[in-house]
């Protein structure tokens, strides 16, 4: 969508589908897209796991290019797809179908961010709260912390899939959801782009990764937001802010005594 007519745009947003995924998602984000001004010029691409995938047809004159692939590498492997085949951009704005935007100028808050920080690499919608920690004390090997034998198991994964793959796993697990991106190609080219794996644990891992090898560089990563997801939503994480989290608790509680 250029959405200023005579410029051309050097951002590209691409957003990654599969062809399991209801058609309401894709439609619902064109929906808020249309709603809310990107305040610039941008080219949009849809990038599709699965060769059986259809675009639904009201959307068909949406897309700059509709590209279909096999379904391997989860919304990783389309976005690492998309940024090599489209190398005449400068910037990447990567998102899943099941987002939505939330306001107006969200694409052009996103490049500004990305070029206020010295030296940025990485800006997304949330830095995962509860693996910005130290890995010491994700694994329990600080000896201070209690941690489930869940998260402890996880996090030794994490750190041997990274060690296997040859990326120093640093102080800590900090990193970006794989949700939203917004990088440059310059930084995609420096690292590689992600890495597709077509195990789930080994995808998370991946998440994890694509933070690391950017951090690695030198580059800091950046949370958009005071809080996740203000300018891009997504429909597994709303909000942390107060009354937001207040809602979802009563939400909970109500369906919980709504199956009793």
């Known amino acids: 969508m250029n959405e200023t007519g005579q410029n051309i745009p050097n951002t590209a947003v691409v957003v990654s589908t599969w062809d399991g995924n209801p ?82 100028n969200w694409l052009k808050e996103f490049i500004q961010c990305f070029n206020s920080i010295e030296k940025c690499g990485l800006v997304g919608e949330y830095l995962n709260k509860s693996w910005n920690m130290p890995w010491t004390e994700l694994t329990g090997a600080d000896g201070e912390h209690k941690v489930s034998q869940k998260k402890r198991e996880r996090a030794e994964f994490y750190i041997e899939t990274l060690r296997r793959w040859g990326i120093p796993e640093g102080q800590t697990a900090s990193h970006l959801t794989s949700v939203v991106h917004f990088t440059s190609r310059k930084v995609l080219e420096e690292v590689d782009g992600y890495i597709v794996v077509d195990d789930y644990h080994e995808a998370i891992a991946a998440e994890i990764a694509f933070s690391k090898k950017i951090q690695n560089k030198g580059y800091e990563i950046a949370q958009i937001g005071k809080s996740r997801h203000t300018r891009i939503g997504h429909r597994q994480w709303i909000s942390d802010g107060f009354f937001s989290r207040l809602a979802n608790s009563i939400k909970k509680r109500t369906a919980l005594l709504t199956n009793i």
């Open 23 to 104: 058609s309401g998602y894709i439609c619902s984000l064109i929906d808020s897209l249309k709603r809310y001004d990107a305040g610039v010029p941008y080219d949009i691409y849809l990038c599709a796991n699965g060769e059986s995938y259809r675009l639904p047809k009201n959307l068909s004159n949406i897309f700059k290019k509709v590209f279909i692939r096999e379904n391997t590498g989860f919304n990783l492997g389309a976005w690492d797809y998309a940024w090599r085949i489209l190398p005449q951009y400068e910037n990447y704005l990567f998102m899943q179908d099941d987002c939505y935007i939330k306001k107006d």
